[in-house]
């Protein structure tokens, strides 16, 4: 354990710590670039009042005509983002080594990830305006009604948005998948199964999650990091995932998310408030205002993002804890982290302010110390 941030800075080198702290800085500028391009969205469509003629044309007014607005508004935003924020981060990746797609290949995994969001964030949108628009006065309860079920849609659909960017296949390896039963036995939780993203054709990033179905677990792990890894560190990794599981952090982390959301939505909710009258908008209600509710939105979780990044840094050394109470095995911790951060272009030790306000992760580096101190109080 001592030596393990040795051994990290030895395998990325000179190169590839250079490239682990612009990532690392990189994640900043996509951060506010979302906004950025949020904002020249919304004034692309307000100049000239081109969300307002937009609404016109597709009958905006009754409740229907509402649902083809929003969905056509965040189909052309999310469209207009896949193209602009898509090849910069094609180019990104490129440069790093980590993308192995073409361009139009990388271009098309991001269309279809940004349409489900598109379906999934529309129904939302929609559910809001009639919420502005039937309880004008009173629309916050509804609007916290419609948070929750947004963010159990988002739980729930965690396969559909594995499914679409990669392909998935189940685990062909019985005494790996008999490994996996007993861990997720040992921590109480019903087993769903493994299966395999095949990521190996579009990125060399590894990664895994955990996916809840029918009341069981399923794992779903990167053939990256299958091939990357020994069976005892994917464990580890498998054992992490499950201390979030065991300490209910999904369940903290959307409620905290949907407190900010709906934050968000009553920010964004004056602001359009406040420009009746402008653009062709004539109050809350219109939803040709979606533009500018979506810059609102985006703007706040930008300033607020510090929030859930400080209690999903703190709930990560939780689970690291977890993970090694279950597996016993501090060496595969070790092993296993230096693989993620050298295989991922991870900065072991990034500037206090970027993780205080970007990263949802403690660094390399604290996980290591903390581990370290965790592992000599259970002697």
């Not at 009754?62 to 649902?67: F, I, K, M, Y």
């Amino acid at each position: 354990m001592e030596t393990a941030l040795q051994e990290i800075y030895e395998k990325l080198g000179a190169e590839g710590l250079r490239i682990a702290r612009r990532q690392a800085r990189a994640v900043a500028i996509d951060s506010f670039s979302w906004v950025v391009w949020s904002l020249l969205f919304a004034c692309i469509m307000l100049d000239e009042s081109r969300s307002a003629r937009l609404s016109r044309w597709l009958g905006g007014g009754d409740t229907l005509g509402a649902l083809k607005v929003v969905l056509a508004i965040l189909l052309l935003q999310n469209i207009y983002v896949a193209l602009v924020e898509g090849y910069s981060l094609y180019q990104k990746e490129s440069r790093i080594g980590t993308n192995r797609q073409s361009l139009v290949g990388w271009l098309k995994s991001r269309l279809k990830q940004r349409l489900l969001e598109s379906v999934i964030f529309g129904l939302f949108y929609w559910g809001v305006y009639l919420a502005f628009r039937s309880r004008p006065d009173n629309w916050l309860p509804l609007v916290a009604v419609l948070v929750i079920f947004l963010l159990l849609v988002i739980y729930l659909s965690g396969y559909l948005q594995v499914r679409a960017g990669f392909e998935v296949e189940p685990l062909a390896d019985d005494s790996f998948d008999t490994a996996m039963k007993r861990l997720f036995s040992k921590a109480g939780f019903k087993y769903g199964g493994v299966n395999v993203v095949k990521a190996s054709d579009k990125t060399t990033r590894v990664n895994a999650l955990l996916t809840s179905k029918g009341g069981r677990l399923s794992l779903f792990i990167f053939d990256t990091l299958l091939e990357a890894m020994e069976p005892e560190e994917v464990e580890f990794v498998a054992a992490h995932e499950l201390g979030h599981r065991a300490s209910n952090d999904i369940f903290w982390r959307l409620s905290l998310h949907g407190v900010l959301m709906l934050i968000g939505v009553s920010i964004g909710h004056e602001m359009i408030s406040r420009a009746q009258g402008h653009w062709g908008l004539y109050g809350a209600a219109d939803v040709a205002s979606l533009p500018l509710l979506l810059f609102g939105v985006s703007a706040w979780t930008f300033v607020a993002q510090v929030i859930p990044n400080t209690y999903m840094r703190y709930r990560e050394y939780a689970a690291d804890s977890y993970a090694l109470r279950l597996t016993e095995n501090p060496s595969a911790f070790k092993s296993a982290l230096v693989k993620l951060t050298t295989l991922n272009f991870v900065d072991p030790e990034p500037p206090e302010w970027l993780e205080f306000w970007f990263h949802n992760h403690p660094s390399v580096a604290k996980r290591l110390r903390r581990a370290l101190r965790f592992r000599d109080a259970l002697r």
